[in-house]
């Protein structure tokens, strides 16, 4: 594999993402341990954001121009497994759409490295996960 490629191209590009968007928030909305915080949400712009945010962190050439993970969330007061959840939905929508597992690893590795923000929490705080 060339790993020179970005995870983004890697993973299918701006179709892949976009497809894998849909699914996940069709999922946290189905799951009621984390589907209120939604409830006041405009979820097109929601999944617009979260595309943008996600081809970025996947290393996609573009700006990222939404709010930083801390700031979107703070006011939330999301816990653990709030996170969790969230991840987990993330790695069966990629599942679904037969991502290979490698690359499943590489998304969680950004998603977590999101998680002290999320949670607004210190980097110290992380425990192993
Ligand atoms: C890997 C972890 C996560 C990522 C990458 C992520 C990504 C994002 C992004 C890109 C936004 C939009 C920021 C903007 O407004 O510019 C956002 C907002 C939001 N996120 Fe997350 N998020 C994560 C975890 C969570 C979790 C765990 C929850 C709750 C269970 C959550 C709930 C929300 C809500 C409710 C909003 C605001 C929607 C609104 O504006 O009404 N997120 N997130």
Do not use: C, W
């Amino acid at each position: 594999m060339d790993n020179k490629q970005t995870l983004f191209e890697r993973i299918g590009g701006m179709e892949a993402v976009n497809a894998a968007v849909e699914i996940f928030y069709k999922k946290v909305l189905e799951d009621e341990t984390i589907s209120h915080f939604f409830t006041n949400t405009d979820m097109k712009k929601q999944l617009a954001k979260q595309k943008a945010f996600l081809a970025y962190a996947f290393g996609a050439p573009l700006a990222y121009t939404g709010k930083n993970m801390r700031d979107a969330h703070a006011h939330m007061k999301l816990n653990e497994a709030h996170f969790n959840a969230v991840a987990n939905h993330l790695v069966s929508t990629l599942q679904e759409l037969n991502v290979a597992q490698e690359l499943i690893d590489e998304v969680v590795e950004i998603a977590l490295s999101t998680k002290d923000d999320v949670l607004n929490r210190k980097p110290t705080e992380t425990p192993a996960v």
